[in-house]
């Protein structure tokens, strides 16, 4: 080879080298600063509390301060296209949920995000599995009593949500459009006064989050008619899945842990690692419990990936049948 050219390949060689030397280096001493963990939800909201208690453990876990920074608003979808915009280093991450990654890309068009391509998912935390709760003064006990109440008086109940498209709205909606039912669509601003209604009888059922559902169901305040995920819930066992009575219907909300699309697979791998660490000490499951949760089977970031990814079919096709619209 010319001595020309072997100095000018040398060269080359040399300069990527370099080129590359920042990237590895950033990775191989990963984490050595801060990282946020962006909330889409207001300070004190169930995802807050637990993007908390996981920013705690995982901040101990890399020896650097994992930073709670709440972005409420659109729906989850401001936190969630700050995360999708920020720099793909592993220093900034979000906590997403089904309704941040599922439902809100659907109901606000144009969506600022792709769930599928503007982020890398790392971990799925837990699951949220809803409690189908009536007044006890509805003259039904379990799902299949309900169904017939309301097919024998169409029009004259009432349900509550927590808003159009929330997964609270949805769930009763697929039960609707499979029996025909007729039953009116109340929204609200929240889960407590949508309970404060049906507790005076307002109201005749809800779909709720374990965390106002159980107490309640424990106090004999409310009816229990089911749980919307096909799994036996560990948080109340007595009450039984929906699906005992409807084949087929299984509903739950997940929270999980993304990054920025491009973010190196080295880091992806590590904060995946340290989380799933966390995810299996009692303490931390006991924790999930505390707060409505019940855990998760683990999963790669390539399996949490695909079940992001499958979920959308589903939201889609839950709110095409209920009209459901940005409120």
Same mark, same amino acid.
């Given at each position: 080879?010319?001595?020309?050219?072997?100095?000018?390949?040398?060269a080359?060689?040399?300069?990527?080298?370099?080129?590359?030397?920042?990237?590895?280096?950033a990775?191989?001493?990963?984490?050595?600063?801060?990282?946020?963990?962006?909330?889409?939800?207001? !300070?004190? @909201?169930? *995802?807050? #509390? =637990?993007?908390?208690? /996981?920013?705690?453990?995982?901040?101990?876990?890399?020896?650097?301060?994992?930073?709670?920074?709440?972005?409420p608003?659109?729906?989850?979808?401001i936190?969630?296209?700050?995360?999708?915009?920020?720099?793909?280093?592993g220093?900034?991450?979000l906590?997403?949920?089904?309704?941040?990654?599922?439902?809100?890309?659907?109901?606000?068009?144009?969506?600022?995000?792709?769930?599928?391509?503007d982020?890398?998912?790392?971990?799925?935390?837990g699951?949220v599995?809803?409690?189908?709760?009536?007044?006890?003064?509805f003259?039904a006990?379990?799902?299949?009593?309900?169904?017939?109440?309301?097919?024998?008086?169409?029009?004259?109940?009432?349900?509550?949500?927590?808003?159009?498209?929330?997964?609270?709205h949805?769930f009763?909606?697929?039960?609707?459009?499979?029996?025909g039912?007729?039953?009116?669509?109340v929204?609200?601003?929240?889960? !407590?006064? @949508?309970l *404060?209604d #049906? =507790?005076?009888?307002? /109201?005749?059922v809800?779909?709720?989050?374990a965390t106002?559902?159980v107490?309640?169901?424990?106090?004999?305040?409310?009816?229990a008619?089911?749980?919307?995920?096909?799994?036996?819930?560990q948080?109340?066992?007595s009450?039984?899945?929906?699906?005992?009575?409807?084949?087929?219907?299984d509903?739950?909300a997940?929270?999980?842990?993304?990054a920025?699309?491009g973010?190196?697979q080295?880091?992806?791998a590590?904060?995946?690692?340290?989380l799933?660490?966390i995810?299996?000490?009692?303490?931390?499951?006991?924790?999930?419990f505390?707060f409505g949760?019940?855990?998760?089977?683990?999963?790669t970031?390539?399996?949490?990936?695909?079940t992001?990814?499958a979920?959308?079919?589903?939201?889609?096709?839950?709110?095409?049948?209920?009209?459901?619209?940005?409120?």
């Amino acid at each position: 080879m010319p001595a020309p050219l072997s100095r000018f390949l040398c060269a080359c060689a040399a300069v990527a080298f370099l080129l590359a030397m920042p990237a590895a280096f950033a990775q191989s001493t990963y984490p050595n600063r801060p990282i946020r963990l962006v909330v889409s939800y207001p !300070p004190g @909201a169930l *995802t807050d #509390l =637990l993007a908390r208690a /996981i920013g705690d453990r995982l901040g101990a876990a890399l020896k650097q301060p994992v930073i709670i920074d709440n972005k409420p608003g659109a729906g989850t979808l401001i936190g969630a296209e700050f995360v999708a915009k920020a720099s793909p280093d592993g220093y900034t991450l979000l906590i997403a949920t089904s309704t941040t990654l599922g439902i809100s890309p659907l109901l606000y068009q144009p969506s600022p995000i792709d769930p599928v391509k503007d982020f890398a998912p790392i971990a799925r935390i837990g699951s949220v599995n809803f409690f189908l709760i009536a007044n006890p003064g509805f003259p039904a006990k379990n799902v299949k009593e309900m169904i017939d109440v309301i097919k024998r008086n169409p029009g004259k109940y009432n349900y509550a949500s927590v808003g159009s498209g929330s997964p609270h709205h949805l769930f009763m909606e697929t039960l609707k459009t499979e029996f025909g039912l007729t039953i009116q669509h109340v929204p609200y601003k929240g889960t !407590p006064a @949508a309970l *404060t209604d #049906l =507790l005076s009888g307002n /109201i005749q059922v809800l779909f709720s989050d374990a965390t106002i559902a159980v107490p309640n169901i424990q106090a004999g305040k409310v009816t229990a008619l089911g749980t919307s995920a096909a799994k036996q819930t560990q948080l109340l066992p007595s009450v039984p899945p929906i699906a005992n009575t409807v084949a087929g219907f299984d509903w739950e909300a997940w929270q999980g842990i993304v990054a920025p699309a491009g973010t190196p697979q080295e880091i992806i791998a590590r904060l995946a690692a340290e989380l799933q660490k966390i995810e299996a000490t009692p303490e931390f499951r006991a924790q999930l419990f505390k707060f409505g949760m019940e855990p998760l089977p683990p999963q790669t970031p390539e399996q949490f990936a695909a079940t992001i990814k499958a979920e959308i079919p589903r939201w889609a096709k839950a709110i095409r049948e209920s009209g459901a619209q940005v409120d």
